[in-house]
């Protein structure tokens, strides 16, 4: 069953890494829910949870995708150890942050953008964080926020929509 359900994930998501963990996300569940259901359901029930968790890793990728461009568009490509809030990339594409307009330019763009997750109510703006900086998988979020999965995404995806309608309000593009 491991190695059928290892094909599969590594089919959907083209990365070993992440196709064991999503097996290994999918079997603990089956464990922690259904251990107490008669053996013979469990492959069943572990398709459904399977599919389940890959379908999870596709919308947290979605949206961490979202949220690493903006900050990706903060921060040079040759530089790893740089804090992505210190710089600000032009409509050009090109990095501006020697002329004291860009400077002035980029401090308010952080500006807004910190102003706007420390608006979220306190639970969106926790799980957010968690899932997006600290760049936490769901169960680790809810073990730490003391919520089942479902909360942690409710909160992430209310927190990601109230931020891009905020941040669009305000002319940051996403």
């Known amino acids: 069953m491991e190695r059928r359900a290892f094909k599969q994930a590594m089919f959907a998501v083209h990365n070993e890494e992440a196709a064991l963990d999503i097996v290994q996300d999918s079997m603990l569940k089956l464990a922690e829910k259904y251990g107490d259901r008669p053996h013979d359901e469990f492959p069943m029930l572990f398709q459904r949870i399977l599919q389940n968790t890959i379908r999870d890793y596709y919308r947290r990728s979605k949206v961490r995708s979202m949220w690493m461009t903006v900050l990706s568009a903060l921060s040079p490509s040759d530089d790893e150890d740089y804090d992505p809030l210190e710089g600000i990339e032009a409509n050009d594409?090109?990095?501006?942050?020697?002329?004291?307009?860009?400077?002035?330019?980029?401090?308010?763009?952080?500006?807004?953008?910190?102003?706007?997750?420390a608006k979220l109510p306190a639970r969106q703006r926790e799980a957010f964080l968690m899932r997006y900086w600290e760049d936490m998988d769901v169960a680790e979020t809810a073990a730490a926020m003391g919520c089942s999965d479902g909360s942690v995404k409710t909160h992430c995806s209310r927190a990601t929509h109230t931020l891009a309608a905020a941040l669009a309000a305000k002319g940051v593009e996403l």
Not at 98 to 112: E, F, G, H, S
């Open 93 to 117: 594409g090109s990095m501006i942050r020697n002329t004291p307009d860009a400077a002035l330019q980029q401090r308010q763009t952080m500006a807004i953008i910190e102003a706007e997750i």
